[in-house]
């Protein structure tokens, strides 16, 4: 049987299941974790880039296989960074990840019309994975339409009903599941709810979305 995968979290690791752990370019990985990583600057740190620090990202990039996506990285319109400063952090690690042939996690706070924007200028043609969406289907609609992929997480074990509505009108070939921080639902937890949600078997979302991850990420030599 094919194993779950978590696209996006911060620690919450489940045994047997193919996780991509987040993590700063100044975090800690864990000595006994062997998965993989996505590693990129938080739009809420992104006034700390500096080129130095941007040369020390694609260090780790290039050094550690296990990368094998930049993120968490996009715009956030309520983080205290001015906007000015999240889009050239933006702009760089969409330059990075297109250098190395790699998917972008991103992280999207009211701000889906300047990532597109910013992502459509930027020549970038690797795919783009929203995480943790929780919005209205005409967001999730843009988004899709775009051709990128929707990562659902805790909100759909919720009544959040405008996320779920949005989780319903995504197909299974645009779609991934995380934990992201939260620490009160597993993965399996929300692939559970997922399946029910769309009447499907947990086998079959198991097999669409390990064909997503396969469409999407290479193991890196």
Request: with cysteine.
């Amino acid at each position: 049987m094919e194993k779950l995968i978590n696209i996006h979290t911060h620690g919450l690791i489940a045994q047997g299941a193919i996780t991509i752990l987040n993590r700063m370019h100044n975090e800690e990985i864990p000595s006994e974790y062997s998965g993989y990583l996505s590693m990129g600057l938080h739009p809420m740190h992104s006034d700390q880039l500096t080129p130095e620090l941007l040369v020390s990202i694609e260090e780790q990039v290039i050094s550690n296989k296990k990368i094998i996506a930049i993120g968490e990285i996009g715009l956030d319109k309520l983080c205290h960074v001015y906007l000015s400063s999240q889009i050239t952090a933006f702009r760089e690690q969409l330059k990075l990840a297109d250098k190395h042939s790699l998917p972008c996690i991103i992280h999207n706070v009211r701000a889906t019309d300047e990532i597109l924007r910013e992502y459509n200028q930027s020549g970038n043609s690797h795919p783009l994975i929203f995480h943790g969406f929780r919005g209205k289907p005409v967001i999730a609609k843009q988004i899709l339409s775009a051709g990128g992929y929707l990562s659902f997480g805790r909100a759909i074990t919720t009544k959040d009903d405008a996320t779920i509505a949005s989780f319903l009108k995504t197909p299974t070939n645009k779609l991934f599941l995380e934990t992201d921080e939260a620490t009160d639902v597993t993965i399996e937890e929300v692939y559970k709810a997922a399946a029910m949600l769309k009447q499907i078997s947990e086998e079959e979302l198991i097999s669409e979305i390990s064909t997503n991850f396969a469409r999407l990420f290479t193991e890196r030599e």
